[in-house]
């Protein structure tokens, strides 16, 4: 029936008209949509008026910047607090704890002041998110405190060291000798926080409970059809072929996906960290149970992840292929399976676990929905990968979900944001802070240790795990490769070229981007 | 001109009906808390609150199948924002308090829940809106799972 739903009309009239004005457009914890006037001063968004440091402080903080007046900058991605500060049925989201943080933060220094990088495109993909910064950058407005995926623009000399700030105290917490030892062991070494000499450029603010992404599942659907959840990538497959015969789309990829490209979440979750933890045994150069960068970059030089060679690395690809050949409907890369999800069409949709408030306060959705994490790549798919282990109960070390990083190139020339920047983020890392995010968002850990864990994680974390190894399958290692390699992925999904023909291009376009990431970053190779 | 005006005048007239007709319909529902468990919470960002609704009709009888859909105001957290009442018209919320602290110290919530379903053309909803008392904690409540074993500490 036809819903004429004129309230909800006029307020979108009305936000677009102040939008179209300059005004403070929506923000949320996903896609913000303001302008490049729409930097707000973070005061002015405030809405509580903390005025004390959190319990257990007693340290006290040191002066910044000796009094003298600094404006930081600051994006916090899909933590940002949103603009709207009462949730209405409209505009059900609401995320206020990070600015009542910014506004004890501004108490505690009042020469420091907080705004949010509001025109960030949050929940765009790594290369429009990179556009977006080097734009910045070049014009000097660069958020001094930046969400970069931890190391992802490593190559783009992007990053103020932080290894002698975390040695010092964290003077917001009470006998905090090290702000380091506020975090777990494997955090400071996590191979996506540290630059190629192992020195943390990124601070670790929240973490997935769990895998990054799940799949979210039409429960009703399952049980009407009496099969379960795919467990693994094969049972995927499976899952997928009777869903199909009964009319509905097994799966959709994340909405921002719509070019068929290696490196997507299928690549990154269920196929590429398996097939690479089976070469870990020569991947592993130092033997300290991760393979970061450099060691995957040497791996490459030694042929390792060479198609053209390597029946394993062949396997890789095809499996990956797989998804674009046999999983995803007709006329997927110009779909929005928003509304066919909602309708009960859509069996599986692949998504962040942080769209899982979000998912619970979608009005549209007609049915009961699950989340299962994405579906690892076993042995009954192929001998070639590793044996996944499971956790008992919970997610095992998961990696970061919010990782903080200052920007070298704003801070360089000014050490009184420099000071600002790191105080900040120090104050951001207090427990009781980071408890405070969490348990407002009410999907993600805490990266410090004593902070809680939300109570409606509690079903989520009596889950078993797969544990994800500590290494990844590598594409190319520069943005300008990585367009060629996807190219030649595409042309061979597509059947423009034949099997031989792209696992030669793709070997030869790996070893191209490595030599030069090795020049661009002057990589000392010597006993490679 | 005139052609134009007599148009408008019939559209408004049509969605003034129906909003009339919504805004009538809404008036036949009444949302009722039936329970709420504790009545004082401790604001600890754990402790579950157990709200209980029932929706009736203009004569008192139960409403099933109606999917309610609630909004905390002033902070916390539901496990599901949308419940759809049983055949006793019943519909079971549990609301997490946020943990309080010297930057949100503990203070009242409004709950907001609405009847999304005796909406027809437009959104004019049956509603009520109830208080949860929140009182500092006495004591910390933790999670019944542990950090230091996810951090493999």
């Known amino acids: ?528 | 001109m005139k052609r134009k005006l007599t148009i408008s005048a019939i559209v408004l007239a049509i969605v003034a009906l129906l909003a009339g007709y919504d805004a009538y319909r809404a008036t036949q529902y009444r949302i009722a808390l039936l329970s709420m468990d504790p009545q004082r919470a401790p604001a600890d960002g754990q402790s579950p609150v157990a709200l209980r609704f029932k929706v009736t009709d203009a004569s008192g009888q139960p409403a099933k199948g109606h999917s309610l859909y609630a909004l905390p105001k002033g902070g916390g957290i539901l496990s599901a924002s949308r419940v759809v009442t049983d055949e006793a018209g019943e519909a079971l919320y549990t609301y997490y308090p946020y943990k309080a602290s010297d930057l949100q110290p503990a203070k009242d919530v409004q709950i907001k829940v609405i009847d999304e379903s005796n909406s027809v053309f437009n959104e004019i909803n049956a509603k009520t809106t109830v208080t949860v008392p929140l009182v500092q904690p006495e004591r910390s409540a933790k999670s019944n799972h542990n950090l230091d074993d996810i951090f493999g500490e």
């Open chain 1, 1 to 528: 029936m036809l819903k004429f739903k004129w309230q909800s009309q006029i307020l979108m009239l009305a936000a677009s008209a102040l939008v179209a004005s300059g005004c403070s457009g929506a923000a949320g914890n996903s896609d913000a949509t303001a302008t490049a006037s729409q930097i707000a001063t973070a005061s002015q968004t405030a809405t509580g008026s903390a005025t004390a440091l959190p319990e257990g402080t007693d340290a006290g903080p040191k002066e910044i910047a000796g009094g003298r007046p600094v404006t930081l900058t600051v994006d916090l991605h899909g933590w940002m607090p949103t603009v709207n500060t009462e949730p209405t049925a409209e505009n059900p989201t609401v995320f206020l704890s990070t600015q009542k943080i910014a506004d004890a933060f501004m108490k505690l220094h009042p020469n420091v002041k907080i705004a949010w990088a509001r025109t960030k495109p949050v929940g765009k993909l790594q290369n429009e998110i990179a556009e977006w910064l080097t734009t910045q950058i070049s014009a000097g407005t660069a958020p001094a405190i930046t969400f970069t995926w931890g190391n992802n623009y490593l190559d783009r000399d992007w990053y103020e060291p932080l290894g002698d700030a975390l040695s010092t105290p964290d003077e917001y917490v009470s006998g905090n000798a090290k702000w380091s030892d506020l975090f777990p062991d494997y955090l400071m070494k996590h191979r996506s926080l540290v630059d190629n000499s192992k020195q943390p450029v990124a601070v670790p603010i929240v973490l997935y409970s769990g895998p990054a992404t799940g799949y979210y599942y039409n429960k009703d659907l399952f049980e009407s059809l009496g099969i379960s959840p795919p467990k693994d990538w094969e049972e995927m497959f499976t899952d997928a072929k009777l869903l199909k015969e009964k009319g509905y789309v097994p799966f959709a990829q994340w909405g921002n996906f719509k070019q068929i490209e290696l490196g997507q979440w299928n690549q990154q979750f269920s196929v590429g960290p398996f097939f690479a933890a089976a070469l870990m045994d020569k991947t592993d150069y130092d033997k300290d149970g991760q393979v970061d960068t450099l060691e995957t970059l040497r791996a490459t030089k030694a042929g390792l992840f060479n198609a053209a060679e390597h029946d394993y690395a062949q396997e890789m690809y095809r499996q990956l292929k797989r998804m674009y050949t046999e999983l995803l409907p007709a006329g997927w890369q110009n779909t929005d399976f928003s509304k066919p999800w909602n309708d009960g069409k859509v069996a599986m949709r692949e998504e962040g676990l942080w769209a899982l408030q979000a998912e619970n306060g979608n009005k549209q959705r007609k049915f009961n929905y699950g989340v299962i994490p994405a579906p690892p790549i076993t042995k009954s798919t192929s001998l070639d990968v590793a044996d996944v282990q499971y956790t008992e109960k919970g997610p095992y070390q998961p990696d970061p979900d919010l990782s903080l990083n200052i920007l070298k190139p704003i801070v360089k020339d000014n050490p009184d944001l420099k000071e600002a920047a790191i105080a900040f983020l120090k104050y951001l890392t207090v427990p009781e802070n980071i408890s405070m995010m969490v348990l407002e968002q009410g999907a993600s850990l805490g990266a410090v240790k004593g902070s809680e864990i939300p109570p409606l994680l509690d079903d989520w974390m009596n889950n078993s795990f797969p544990i994800m190894p500590k290494a990844s399958w590598p594409n190319a290692f520069t943005d300008e490769q990585g367009i060629a390699l996807n190219k030649q992925f595409e042309m061979w999904v597509k059947g423009e070229t034949d099997d031989a023909k792209f696992f030669a291009k793709s070997n030869e376009i790996q070893q191209k981007s490595a030599d030069d990431y090795i020049k661009k970053m002057n990589i000392d190779t010597t006993g490679w």
